[in-house]
Each structure stands twice: as C-alpha cells, then as structure tokens.
C-alpha cells in the first residue's frame, strides 16, 4: 500500500520525481531468488492529474511500478477493495502501465477478459493465478453488474467456479488463488474466509493466498471435501509495506507493522506428471519507518527481521519492536 506519508517521502526535489527503491533494497535479493514473485498491488497508478492520494481513495506516482518491477516482482494482484478507487478510467490505467512495465496483472482487466487466469511456464511447470476480492468500498455503484464483472473479480462460487473451470482446461500443475477477503485487524479469519477456503479446496485450488486484514493470520492444510486433495491456506500475509502502524493508528496496532515472503517449492515428477508443494517456508518481515527529525517526510525499509535483530546500527527500541514482531509472526505461521 501507499499512504500519503509514504510517497511524500519517496519525493526527489531535485528530479520532481519519486523514488521507491529503498522500500525493497533489503527484500530484493529474496524476491529475485524466487522462480516467479508475486505481490498484492494495492493502489492505483491513475496519473498526476487526478492528484497523488494515500487512505481512502488510492492514487500512486507511476515510479511505483517500475520500481515494484526492479524489486524483483513479477505478477501482481490487483483485484482488492480499492481497485476502483479512482474509477474504471483509473483501474484500466492502472493495468496497462502494469502490463506494459512486462508485469503479469492478475484479478483486474482494461477490457472485457477472454479469459480470467493467468499462466506461467517455469521449467515445465505451469501455474494458473487468479484473484478475486470480497469488497470494492462501495465503489462499484456507478457501474452495471456486467461492467464490473468486466473489470475486476469479486468473490461468489459461481465467479470462482468458472474461472477455476476456465483454469483447469489450460491444465496447469499448480492452481494459486489470492483472496482479498475477511475483516480488517482482526488476527484470527473469519467463517467467511474459512468457508471459502474449503470451497476453494473443494475446487481443487492447490494454494490459497489471502490478504486484506493487514495482520497476519494463520496457516494450515485443508482436505478437499471428496478426500482426493490437499490445500495449502494462509488467510492473510499481513502488510507487507504501509504506514498502518503503532505511531499511526495507535499501540493495539503494532501488528499492522508485520509481514512475511512466503516461499513455496513446488517440484514436478515429469515423467509421471505429479506436481508436489515439497515445502511451504517463509522470512518475516517489518515495516522500518525512520526521519531524522522524527516528523516527515519519512523514510520506509521493509526488513527482514532475522537479518537486522542484532543490528546495532539500529536503535535499540527497534531492535525489540523487531523481536516482538518476529514472536508475532512465529506464533502465527507455525508451519513445522
């Protein structure tokens, strides 16, 4: 996500331009280890003349996709609550410049879809991607039934059955869904989530990815309803960058400071053909947001807590938000 603070900060006076480059520099080796790196892009990249805008109607500096790109992304999701933020003019936008920073854009289309998944080859292994969101804070209503469904994917069995179907008929080894689902804050998912997982299960999705609750939730397998298939579910991933924070929002909300890269190898027989999830590990992750003069504009890093606990380059209450950050995340994501 980008807040006001956030692309205040990343402002080069001298350039008039704007720089999110040192938000990833920490992460970047991480996401460009990764066979294929995947992130739930929540804002839009409407263009300077709607005026740059952080909560509640998001509208980004277009430096922001290209850096998302040098951070070592490749697809990103961008169905989610505020897709519609700055309209249909804006969401298409928003997926063109994506697309054309060679970024696979999963979940929002500039035009009628012929098809609602997204495929990806990596050395024989084909994975299907879809994303679907529960909410579009209202921002739907100016818009027909048959235009939204031409423009974004909302959650329903039958839009997740069809597309799933669509998906399986390009017979891909692995199914990945992202779920922008549950309500905000709360650490345990709802009977929403959790009856959606299980349809989703049912469905034979192999990985089910959720966000929108900006704190992390839990993880665990699922079996599928017929007993012929197993699913990996995280109900959310946390916030991986924002200013949703203790200094922001207040003490109860240190955990929207939490985030994880969740890393999944995925082997193929293939000989027989059997796809395998073989591991399912992740690396944590905190949002660091420092100013020399402790107002703004402020810089963000995310880092990885276990590579910075013992940084005596850092202040030493940092050092224990990130051991606090790194119980939170463990207590979690107990995927031993």
Do not use: C
């Amino acid at each position: 996500m980008v807040h006001d603070e956030q692309y205040w900060g990343a402002y080069v006076e001298e350039t008039d331009s704007y720089n999110f480059k040192p938000w990833f520099e920490h992460v970047k080796p991480y996401l460009e280890e990764a066979d294929l790196a995947i992130g739930n892009f929540e804002t839009t990249v409407a263009g300077e003349d709607r005026g740059y805008t952080g909560y509640p109607l998001f509208n980004t500096p277009d430096e922001i996709v290209e850096d998302v790109k040098y951070a070592g992304f490749d697809a990103l999701v961008t169905s989610n609550n505020h897709s519609l933020d700055m309209g249909a003019q804006g969401l298409e936008r928003t997926v063109q410049m994506l697309e054309d920073a060679d970024l696979d854009v999963v979940g929002t289309y500039d035009g009628a879809p012929e098809e609602r998944h997204v495929i990806r080859e990596i050395d024989g292994i084909k994975v299907a991607m879809l994303a679907f969101t529960e909410m579009l804070n209202g921002m739907e209503g100016p818009y027909t039934d048959e235009e939204v469904y031409n423009m974004i994917d909302v959650i329903s069995e039958e839009n997740l059955t069809e597309a799933i179907d669509a998906a399986k008929a390009d017979d891909p080894d692995i199914i990945l869904t992202y779920m922008h689902w549950g309500p905000e804050y709360v650490e345990e998912p709802s009977d929403y989530q959790k009856e959606y997982a299980q349809f989703l299960a049912d469905q034979g999705v192999d990985l089910i990815i959720g966000s929108h609750p900006h704190v992390i939730q839990r993880a665990e397998y699922l079996e599928s309803a017929d007993g012929e298939s197993e699913s990996f579910v995280v109900y959310s991933l946390g916030n991986f960058i924002s200013n949703q924070r203790l200094e922001t929002i207040g003490p109860d909300f240190e955990p929207n400071e939490d985030g994880v890269i969740l890393n999944f190898d995925i082997e193929k027989d293939h000989e027989s053909g059997e796809t395998v999830i073989a591991d399912v590990h992740y690396t944590p992750t905190w949002v660091y947001r420092h100013s020399d003069t402790n107002d703004t504009p402020f810089d963000y890093e995310i880092l990885p807590v276990e590579d910075f606990q013992d940084d005596e380059n850092l202040p030493a209450d940092i050092r224990e938000r990130l051991d606090r950050s790194l119980e939170r995340t463990h207590s979690r994501l107990n995927l031993e």
